[in-house]
Nanobody
Framework: QVQLVESGGGLVQPGGSLRLSCAASGSALRFYAMGWYRQVPGKRRELVAEFSGSNNLYYADSVKGRFTISRDPGDNAKNTVYLQMNSLKPEDTAIYYC???????????WGQGTQVTVSS
């Protein structure tokens, strides 16, 4: 079992910054890829950024150079994953979800989501 709790969303003007946090707890977290997805109404949930394994990073093309994923490694039962979002655009407006994806077998886990709105 993995529990994920997001925080840090809100309203920001175009060009501004926000940092999202995801507090992860559970067992054997080292066996999960940790990432952030986002979703707008009527569209599929899309992967924004992800750690998988010890050195693998993924960023969606739309956020490269603007978003940075990082983590406090903590221990095998707790850690925190961050998404630093800079130079925000209106098209970044979405609900952002933290995700833990098993690297081998098992189910994925989701946080409750946090709203990010970029508007003047």
């Amino acid at each position: 079992q993995v529990q994920l709790v997001e925080s840090g969303g809100g309203l920001v003007q175009p060009g501004g910054s926000l940092r999202l946090s995801c507090a992860a707890s559970g067992s054997a977290l080292r066996f999960y890829a940790m990432g952030w997805y986002r979703q707008v109404p009527g569209k599929r949930r899309e992967l924004v950024a992800e750690f998988s394994g010890s050195n693998n990073l993924y960023y969606a093309d739309s956020v490269k150079g603007r978003f940075t994923i990082s983590r406090d490694p903590g221990d095998n039962a707790k850690n925190t994953v961050y998404l630093q979002m800079n130079s925000l655009k209106p098209e970044d407006t979405a609900i952002y979800y933290c995700n833990a994806r098993p690297l081998t077998l098992g189910r994925a886990y989701w946080g409750q989501g946090t709203q990010v709105t970029v508007s003047s």
